[in-house]
T-cell receptor
């Protein structure tokens, strides 16, 4: 039972255009959501997060949108750069004791074409 | 400011053996979590240590055990290795900020069981 799903295993985008990565979740107790980027042979790098009390959080070229009613979040990267090519993981945590563990999606491989 | 460090980077073991992986958290962090990442999947939560005690555990057998030291560093031990234990083992450190934790990952230890 996958509680966090990233249904697109891969995405290709032209340099300078917008990249949109999507994530769906099923557990209504999740209240904190994070995006990580992972290069080969490295650990995941934290990118941006959003609390369930917000619907948008922005940090430079990265914006995360949260739609609680649809249990859906997305990561927008504008403009996309070749260095953004990596695997992107969506993760979620709950409240109280379940705030202590992250539940990850299976990842989306983003390729930004020059 | 040193990030999360892990050792060794790679390890080859045979079935039935035991392995110990090590992690030093990011400066200022007091909590260490361990994750297993199989090929093509997102990381899966093994357990979390805080104040030298296991605070929460994921769905992993008792063959997986851990320890946290007074300096907050941690070890992951796996006994009676199986072929299916071959994976990337990730350590993440964190500290509570408000009601939420943002976990920062190390580069991982790649374990191959033959």
């Amino acid at each position: 039972d996958q509680q966090v799903k990233q249904n697109s295993p891969s995405l290709s985008v032209q340099e300078g255009r917008i990249s949109i990565l999507n994530c769906d979740y099923t557990n209504s107790m999740f209240d904190y959501f994070l995006w990580y980027k992972k290069y080969p042979a490295e650990g995941p790098t934290f990118l941006i997060s959003i609390s369930s009390i917000k619907d948008k959080n922005e940090d430079g070229r990265f914006t995360v949108f949260l739609n609680k009613s649809a249990k859906h979040l997305s990561l927008h990267i504008v403009p996309s750069q070749p260095g953004d090519s990596a695997v992107y993981f969506c993760a979620a945590s709950g409240i109280g004791r379940s705030a202590r563990q992250l539940t990850f999606g299976s990842g989306t491989q983003l390729t930004v074409l020059p | 400011d040193a990030g999360v460090t892990q050792s060794p980077t790679h390890l080859i073991k045979t079935r039935g053996q035991q392995v110990t992986l090590r992690c030093s958290p990011k400066s200022g962090h007091d909590t260490v979590s361990w994750y297993q990442q199989a090929l093509g999947q997102g990381p899966q939560f093994i357990f979390q240590y805080y104040e030298e005690e296991e605070r929460q555990r994921g769905n992993f057998p008792d063959r997986f055990s851990g320890h946290q030291f007074p300096n907050y560093s941690s070890e992951l031990n796996v006994n009676a290795l199986l072929l299916g234990d071959s994976a990337l083992y990730l350590c993440a450190s964190s500290t509570i900020s408000g009601s939420q934790e943002t976990q920062y990952f190390g580069p991982g230890t790649r374990l191959l069981v033959l």
